[in-house]
């Protein structure tokens, strides 16, 4: 696999994993089943991707040779691609729910879940960032040519 695919692919599953696993880990005394938190995955693994691209073509404008910039970057890049990749998500569950079909959409419970929609985020931000600076360290390995190859 190329070195770009390679990061994108590992990064969008890097994010989708970290909230899978900080979603997983602050329902445990709740008493609901880990696999509640698997709802929360398109909208990650969505932004992570995103986030990775853009962060990729950023490298590619201006060259660096610091990991942690670029993970820096990814990883807020990928949280600003989080906010709509979440709406768009969460618009598409109110519309093809039943009830509102029946009545109409409900603004208020919308608002409600865009806004319990990012604190799965804010859990997912530390583990992620932390992959993410392996990621691009090993991006950037890969991508370095040394003096004299062909």
């Not at 969505?46 to 660096?64: D, E, F, K, P």
């Not at 990749?85 to 603004?107: D, K, M, P, R």
């Not at 319990?116 to 859990?123: E, I, N, Q």
């Not at 583990?127 to 004299?148: D, H, K, N, Q, W």
Request: with cysteine; charged share 15%; net charge positive.
């Amino acid at each position: 696999m190329r070195p770009k695919a390679e990061f994108i692919a590992l990064s969008a599953g890097a994010g989708g994993a970290a909230m899978v696993l900080a979603t997983a880990a602050d329902q445990v005394g709740t008493g609901l089943p880990w696999t509640d938190s698997l709802k929360w995955v398109l909208p990650a693994l969505t932004a992570a991707g995103v986030g990775a691209w853009l962060a990729w073509r950023w490298q590619r404008r201006r060259r660096s040779e610091c990991a942690g910039a670029m993970a820096l970057r990814a990883v807020l890049l990928g949280a600003c691609s989080y906010v709509p990749a979440l709406a768009l998500y969460i618009a598409v569950a109110f519309a093809a729910s039943a009830e509102s079909l029946q009545g109409g959409l409900n603004w208020g419970l919308f608002s409600l879940a865009l806004l319990f929609g990012y604190l799965p985020w804010l859990w997912a931000a530390l583990p992620f960032s932390m992959i993410e600076f392996l990621l691009c360290r090993r991006y950037l390995r890969r991508t370095r040519v040394l003096a004299g190859s062909p």
